[in-house]
């Protein structure tokens, strides 16, 4: 992975959260959960909602501009657009989503099966893509409805098990995720010690290597990803000319957030 120094070793996107409906009438994105990486939501504009299961049950929490959200790794979350929600995401762990660090709460049955799984998050090619997005979305609400009620009913078992799934589905691509966050976040933070130590012992001779970085962003419409039209940011070092971007297509791994 190439260097970064923005802060923390996270990854930028911005988001537009799906204003279409899924069966249960709301607005919003496909509920999902990531394995490893926090996430977190500044709110730019618009209405909605953040809803999310994790260890204290079912919550819904109220999103307007101005609200900061994060959420930690096994929070499953779904973002609900009640009207012109935006959103700046920040990632933990930047190129972990895009390593399939996500997954979404597909049917039991769908999230069990490695093969039916990867059928039901693909996007296939340019042709249909907003359908089956929307399809896409409505099998994970589908999902998370089930895992709701029976958390809401008192009964967790439902959740180990999605949990267990997941864990299950990830583990053999989750072999390579040691390296990403040792090449940034694991890296930065050494860097940043080893800086302070130097300051500590007199030395500031790093200032003299002081620059400004600017992100690239992703070119074309914007792709689809689990929550809505994103809008992603190249964040690693490098110059910056007039007009460089990169292209707005994300694969079914980069649309992970």
Same mark, same amino acid.
């Given at each position: ?28 994105? $496909? ?22 299961? %994790? ?28 009207? *012109? ?40 090619? %340019? ?6 997005? $929307? ?24 959740? %180990? ?10 583990? *053999? ?5 040691? *390296? ?37 962003? $992703? ?24 007009? *460089?971007?990169?292209?707005? %297509? ?8």
């Amino acid at each position: 992975m190439t260097a970064s120094s923005f802060p923390g070793g996270t990854s930028l996107s911005h988001l537009d959260v799906y204003a279409d409906a899924a069966p249960d009438g709301i607005c919003g994105g $496909s509920p999902h959960m990531h394995l490893v990486s926090t996430e977190a939501y500044v709110v730019i504009s618009g209405e909605g909602a953040l809803q999310t299961i %994790d260890a204290d049950g079912f919550r819904e929490t109220a999103l307007s501009a101005g609200s900061v959200v994060w959420f930690t790794p096994g929070t499953i979350h779904r973002a609900v657009n009640r009207g *012109d929600l935006r959103v700046v995401v920040l990632m933990s762990n930047a190129g972990l989503p895009e390593a399939g660090d996500a997954v979404m709460t597909f049917p039991a049955e769908v999230v069990a099966d490695p093969d039916a799984y990867a059928a039901a998050a693909s996007l296939g090619g %340019d042709d249909g893509r907003a359908e089956r997005a $929307s399809t896409r979305r409505d099998l994970a609400v589908t999902g998370f409805e089930t895992l709701r009620d029976a958390v809401v009913a008192g009964d967790r078992g439902v959740l %180990d098990a999605f949990h267990a799934a997941a864990g299950a589905l990830v583990r *053999d691509r989750a072999s390579t995720w040691g *390296d990403l966050v040792r090449e940034r976040p694991l890296a930065q933070a050494e860097q940043s010690l080893a800086l302070a130590e130097a300051v500590a012992s007199g030395s500031v001779t790093h200032l003299a290597e002081a620059r400004v970085h600017q992100a690239v962003p $992703s070119g074309g419409e914007r792709g689809f990803g689990m929550c809505g039209r994103l809008r992603t940011y190249d964040v690693t070092d490098g110059d910056v000319t007039d007009g *460089d971007v990169t292209d707005g %297509d994300l694969t079914d791994e980069e649309n992970d957030r």
